[in-house]
Every structure is written in C-alpha cells, then in structure tokens.
C-alpha cells in the first residue's frame, strides 16, 4: 500500500480505462485507484478455494465495494482489445499524468534527494512500462516523457509495467530541455545514456539526479544531449554494439541505487 505522507497519485474520474492482466489488476486495486466494476471469466466467481492473485483480486474487490460481474471469453477479449488479460478486467478511473511538482513533492515527502529517470521518444510501450517498473522497484520518484513522441499511459504500458503505474508519478512535459533546465535550477545533475559518455561506474551518481535514456533508433536527441551535464556509456564487450532502452535504463538506474548506498 502507498505510504499516506506520500503525496497522492492523480486520477481522471471523468474518464474510464480497462486494466486487465492479474498483476495490474491487483495493483490497482492495492493502490486505491477509483474502480468501478470488476469482469471476471465465467465460472471463476463460482471456485470453491480462491487462491493466488485471483482470489487476492477478488477478496480486495469485494472490500472496496467494487461491483464483480462473470463474463465470458468474448466479452473479456473485447474489453482488453484481444490483450492477454488473464480472466479480468476492471474499468477504473484513466491515469492522469502529474506535474513536475508532484515529483519534487514525493522525494520530499521521503525525505530523499530527488531521483528521476528522464525518458527521451521511447515510443514502445513495453519498453517505457518496463522503464517504469524498474523505475518504481529502484526508488525513483518520477518519470518524465515528452508531449510528443512519447508512448501514452496505456494498458499496453500499465501491464508491461506489472502494476507499477499505479504508484510512480510520470509528468509529461511539452519541452523536454526546457524541464531539463528548471531541473537543473532546482538542484539536479543530468546525465544521459550515451556511447560517446565516460564509464558510467567512473564516479558515485549522488545527490539530486535525473537520468535520461534516448529512443529505441536514435539514441538521445542532439538537443537533449547538450543539456546534459554528462553523458555515462555501458561497456560493450559482444559484438551487438547497444542495449535495448529498458535494460540500459535498469543499469544506471540501479548503479544510482548502488552509489546512494550507505558504506557499512
């Protein structure tokens, strides 16, 4: 469950979106998220011992007095648009993209040092909702996409992200070096995923930081390069000569984990 001095994730209740797959149900129902119904495959409702997942769903269904319907294979498939969706699918109130503010506001309510991951044009949906739930698991306080040239929040990328959309806030930005710069104002040192960029071990990543991955094709964008206070390059020993956005993003989200790490 959300910690209550964190500040609250943000909802659109005027608009309502499918979730569907177990783990995103799950987490969205954990997180408070306002949900509506709930659609569960025929015959489940009628399992003599819920147990997993499934029965987690629908015991927390039922405690927050969400409606459980049966539905059948068809009905299921129509709501998650022919996704996997693992016997369910809540509607439930769409996500609404935070503020930068809102960032700054839950490392604070931490009392951390502001920790984000920067997200220039990734465009698949399961890359960004992977970079999401690796965000979430290391600690980060934030994601940021650009307006444009950004996948949205959608279920592709909430089930990808195995729940963790749920509890991360991401702010989306019209300019993306514009935010760049009102964060370095704001205390943060910026460094991006680039090749041409120093070690990314050579040095502790402390303090006030935001990391940023470049687009799945290109890489980081000229623009958003010169922005940064330094680039951080992953070695390269095989002879594939880049890693997927998702997985780079993982290392140096995780060599910050390292480097903020009390010495014992």
């Known amino acids: 469950m959300r910690n209550q001095s964190e500040p609250p994730k943000q909802y659109d209740d005027t608009q309502t979106e499918c979730v569907f797959g177990r783990n995103a149900v799950l987490e969205a129902l954990k997180s408070g998220r306002p949900a509506d119904t709930l659609f569960v495959a ?44 693992q016997s369910v699918a809540l509607l439930a109130a769409a996500h609404a993209y935070a503020e930068l503010d809102d960032l700054f506001a839950l490392a604070e309510s931490r009392g951390e040092a502001p920790f984000f991951l920067i997200c220039d044009e990734i465009e698949d949906p399961h890359n960004l909702g992977a970079m999401l739930r690796t965000a979430e698991a290391a600690g980060a306080h ?24 749920e509890y991360i806030p991401v702010a989306r930005v019209p300019n993306l070096c514009a935010a760049m710069e009102e964060l370095k104002e704001r205390g943060l040192w910026i460094f991006g995923a680039d090749m041409g960029g120093e070690a990314y071990d050579a040095k502790p990543l402390t303090g006030a930081i935001a990391l940023v991955i470049g687009s799945e094709g290109k890489g980081l964008g000229r623009l958003v390069r010169e922005h940064c206070d330094g680039l951080l390059a992953l070695p390269m020993q095989g002879q594939i000569a880049s890693l997927n956005a998702s997985v780079a993003a993982g290392i140096l989200l995780y060599e910050v984990v390292r480097s903020r790490k009390p010495c014992v």
């Open 142 to 165: 934030g994601v940021i996409v650009p307006r444009r040239r950004s996948a949205p929040l959608s279920q592709a990328v909430a089930k990808a992200s195995a729940g963790a959309v």
């Open 42 to 85: 025929r015959k489940t409702t009628a399992t003599p011992v819920e147990s997993g997942a499934l029965g987690a769903i629908l015991a927390l269904a039922r405690e927050r007095g969400v409606v459980i319907k049966e539905a059948d294979r068809h009905k299921l498939e129509q709501l998650s648009d022919g996704g996997n969706h």
